[in-house]
């Protein structure tokens, strides 16, 4: 077998809708960091033999995937993205100037959609089927590119006879284009003003994937279902004033959008290329102050996202960019 460096493998995604068999990515992910592999669960023998060992033997009882990618925020990647995170298909509409919108909200149920992951290197070709979103980590800071990390689960892996990963010379967003809004409500973020002073965001979606296995399964799981499901909001800002600690301390849920906005590579001549997230009802569950002797002083603090009853949900997202995506009939 072949010797290499670790950016020789690709990884790819195919969602599986309803009535898709596993099968080789539709897309090809350029990745800052991947972790994601097979996962073998074991229990040990410990009977006595007159014998002051503790285990004369081992066997596997369950084998499944399981781990991380990370890339920036390649425009084309942001749709398989958002997908995974809401657990089914936005709406989509097209816009005047030809650029496409589309709409995400969370699925209110415990069987999202689904991916096929494939991963490609020189020893080893595989599929692993099956994979849910256990949890999403969007993070940002003014020196350095914009990350998505994706946690999954899967079902143990198949080996492929082959795949060909194929890759598409695309735009990602930079430094400079974030986008923070805080609001009274959703419908004033539209007229509300961009943050200031924000030296680091961080967005985190957790949904609680569990695997379950059954004699029917052998040794891989039968069903892989979300559970409960959770959205958080990191912040770190210069310490300018006493807003936020006076949110934390008062109960006042706020309406926050974060996201980011390209006006350099365009969705179409008019419209620019963004990813907006839209949290109704966030409510600080911690604020921190900063008094480092030597540093600018600055604050953090961590919004919990609430269900709120009267926009029906907990986060929702929108993307406008340039790229069509075949939707399943």
Same mark, same amino acid.
């Given at each position: 077998?072949?010797?290499?460096?670790?950016?020789?493998?690709?990884?790819?995604?195919?969602?599986?809708?309803?009535?898709?068999?596993?099968g080789a990515a539709?897309?090809?992910?350029?990745?800052?960091?991947?972790?994601?592999?097979?996962?073998?669960?074991?229990?040990?023998?410990?009977?006595?033999?007159?014998?002051?060992?503790?285990?004369?033997?081992?066997?596997?009882?369950?084998?499944?995937?399981?781990?991380?990618?990370?890339?920036?925020?390649?425009?084309?990647?942001?749709?398989?993205?958002?997908?995974?995170?809401?657990?089914?298909?936005?709406?989509?509409?097209?816009? !005047?100037?030809?650029?496409?919108?589309?709409?995400?909200?969370?699925?209110?149920?415990?069987?999202?959609?689904?991916?096929?992951?494939?991963?490609?290197?020189?020893?080893?070709?595989?599929?692993?089927?099956?994979?849910?979103?256990?949890?999403?980590?969007?993070?940002?800071?003014?020196?350095?590119?914009?990350? !998505?990390?994706?946690?999954?689960?899967?079902?143990?892996?198949?080996?492929?006879?082959?795949?060909?990963?194929?890759?598409?010379?695309?735009?990602?967003?930079?430094?400079?284009?974030?986008?923070?809004?805080?609001?009274?409500?959703?419908?004033?973020?539209?007229?509300?003003?961009?943050?200031?002073?924000?030296?680091?965001?961080?967005?985190?979606?957790?949904?609680?994937?569990?695997?379950?296995?059954?004699?029917?399964?052998?040794?891989?799981?039968?069903?892989?279902?979300?559970?409960?499901?959770? !959205?958080?909001?990191?912040?770190?800002?210069?310490?300018?004033?006493?807003?936020?600690?006076?949110?934390?301390?008062?109960?006042?849920?706020?309406?926050?959008?974060?996201g980011f906005v390209?006006?350099?590579?365009?969705?179409?001549?008019?419209?620019?290329?963004?990813?907006?997230?839209?949290?109704?009802?966030?409510?600080?569950?911690?604020?921190?102050?900063?008094?480092?002797?030597?540093?600018?002083?600055?604050?953090?603090?961590?919004?919990?996202?609430?269900?709120?009853?009267?926009?029906? !949900?907990?986060?929702?997202?929108?993307?406008?960019?340039?790229?069509?995506?075949?939707?399943?009939?």
């Amino acid at each position: 077998m072949a010797e290499f460096k670790g950016r020789m493998a690709g990884v790819g995604l195919l969602l599986e809708d309803e009535g898709v068999t596993p099968g080789a990515a539709e897309y090809w992910l350029p990745w800052t960091d991947l972790s994601f592999k097979d996962t073998s669960d074991q229990i040990q023998n410990e009977s006595a033999f007159n014998n002051i060992a503790h285990y004369n033997d081992q066997i596997t009882t369950g084998v499944h995937g399981e781990g991380s990618i990370t890339g920036k925020l390649w425009h084309k990647s942001l749709y398989y993205t958002l997908c995974l995170i809401f657990g089914q298909r936005p709406t989509v509409t097209e816009l !005047a100037d030809g650029a496409f919108q589309y709409d995400f909200e969370m699925l209110n149920t415990n069987k999202h959609l689904g991916a096929t992951i494939s991963v490609n290197d020189p020893n080893n070709k595989v599929i692993y089927p099956s994979a849910l979103l256990n949890s999403a980590n969007i993070s940002w800071s003014p020196t350095g590119f914009t990350t !998505a990390e994706l946690s999954l689960i899967s079902k143990r892996s198949q080996t492929i006879g082959s795949l060909t990963p194929a890759y598409i010379d695309d735009a990602e967003f930079k430094p400079d284009m974030l986008s923070l809004k805080i609001a009274d409500s959703v419908a004033d973020l539209a007229t509300a003003d961009v943050a200031e002073s924000i030296t680091s965001v961080s967005l985190s979606v957790n949904k609680t994937v569990e695997g379950t296995q059954t004699s029917s399964s052998g040794k891989d799981y039968e069903v892989l279902m979300n559970g409960d499901l959770e !959205a958080t909001l990191s912040i770190e800002k210069l310490y300018k004033d006493l807003a936020y600690r006076n949110m934390a301390l008062n109960d006042v849920a706020k309406a926050v959008q974060f996201g980011f906005v390209d006006t350099v590579n365009k969705a179409d001549d008019n419209t620019p290329t963004s990813l907006l997230f839209t949290l109704p009802k966030v409510m600080l569950s911690s604020y921190e102050p900063s008094y480092g002797l030597s540093d600018t002083a600055t604050e953090s603090f961590e919004g919990m996202g609430m269900l709120s009853l009267s926009e029906g !949900a907990l986060i929702t997202a929108t993307l406008v960019t340039k790229y069509a995506y075949t939707l399943p009939s």
